[in-house]
């Protein structure tokens, strides 16, 4: 979802406490869900089609908002371990057998897009579900889109910094003019479909002040993609993020987390049903990364005080509100797919989060 530096193991230092970062009075937290439709197992160890992942999504969307979540973000994709390379498509399909949820991106790939095409495709999307759509932009954690879409990596920042800036235009919705390096001008150019009540956005930051900035000047707000460590140590970049909407004098904007996990009825089931999986995504990520093999020492770490919410609902609901509290975070974002777990013990996990982690943070945000 993020920059790929924001995937880097962390340091597992303690960290200071923090106080509470300031908040706008944007009602209460909302709580959602992120999958990247990653390649599952069944539950005899069977490969599932990418074909039935993308229905089994489906599947867990409509979970999702029957168990009370406000939202639902799907990512893209471009690689052999995750199914979903069209997200706003799976949208569709969610908005035709949902009613409430909200429904977004996790994120849309905008450096290897064209903007204006991809905020037709989300007033398409807001269309279709009655108002129900966002946006969530971002550079994402992986690169294959480059070379796919005929890219050059060389052009990696100029590519986001003006299809961002043509995408904050075509937000507003009225007749675009602008100017870049890497697409002809465009004169005037008005959108459509026209959305009933505007396209909410947000963009993913994984953890650079300058992305941080680059929320601010568009006006979008940003979600934190905290992929590992203690989540405290973003609170820099929330501090900033609210400096620069001083300065700016522009509005007060929400804040929204993004993190992994998997909730199982106890601790101990869901290191059981989880580990594997886990492992084998994170040393397949190290090895074409660079980064040294990780063991179960690191996933435990991470579940007991980095920023993987795993474990019982009773064990994960006071982590995910500790890191509301710290950072003043308006939404939390689960990212509840970890590589092959089936689609069964997804639907397990989406289960326990809507009905007792989220009432549980919820006490605990109003205590």
Do not use: C
């Not at 995937?7 to 869900?33: C, I, M, N, Y």
């Not at 990247?36 to 089994?56: K, W, Y």
């Not at 994984?206 to 609170?235: C, H, W």
């Amino acid at each position: 979802m993020t920059h790929p530096d924001a995937l880097a193991p962390a340091s597992s230092a303690p960290v200071k406490r923090l106080e509470p970062s300031p908040t706008a009075d944007f009602g209460p937290v909302q709580f959602g869900l992120d999958t990247f439709g990653d390649l599952t197992v069944d539950l005899e160890g069977r490969p599932v089609s990418s074909a039935q992942v993308i229905r089994n999504v489906v599947a867990e969307g409509v979970e999702a908002e029957r168990v009370g979540l406000d939202f639902f973000g799907v990512g893209e994709h471009h690689r052999d371990d995750f199914a979903i390379s069209a997200p706003e498509m799976v949208l569709a399909a969610l908005a035709s057998v949902t009613q409430r949820i909200r429904l977004g991106t996790a994120v849309t790939v905008l450096s290897s897009d064209d903007p204006l095409r991809a905020f037709e495709r989300f007033s398409t999307l807001d269309a279709l579900s009655s108002g129900r759509a966002e946006a969530v932009i971002g550079r994402g954690s992986f690169t294959e889109s480059f070379p796919l879409f005929g890219l050059d990596l060389a052009d990696y920042e100029t590519l986001f910094s003006e299809k961002l800036a043509l995408f904050a235009q075509a937000l507003k919705e009225k007749p675009i003019h602008w100017e870049g390096t890497h697409r002809p001008p465009v004169a005037g150019a008005q959108l459509m479909p026209r959305s009933e009540g505007g396209i909410p956005a947000w963009i993913g930051v994984g953890g650079s002040p300058q992305s941080v900035v680059r929320a601010v000047e568009n006006e979008i707000p940003m979600t934190l993609a905290i992929i590992g460590g203690d989540s405290t140590r973003f609170k820099p970049y929330v501090d900033l993020y609210h400096r620069a909407q001083d300065q700016t004098g522009g509005p007060r904007l929400p804040l929204g987390v993004h993190s992994p996990g998997f909730i199982a009825e106890s601790d101990d089931d869901a290191v059981d049903l989880a580990r594997d999986a886990w492992l084998a995504f994170r040393n397949r990520l190290g090895r074409e990364r660079g980064w040294g093999p990780a063991g179960v020492d690191e996933m435990l770490q991470e579940m007991r005080h980095g920023s993987l919410y795993l474990g019982s609902p009773e064990t994960v609901a006071p982590r995910i509100a500790r890191t509301i509290k710290a950072l003043g975070a308006n939404r939390f974002d689960l990212k509840y797919s970890n590589g092959t777990l089936a689609h069964e013990h997804l639907m397990t996990s989406i289960r326990l989060y809507g009905e007792e982690v989220v009432p549980r943070v919820r006490r605990l945000l109003e205590d």
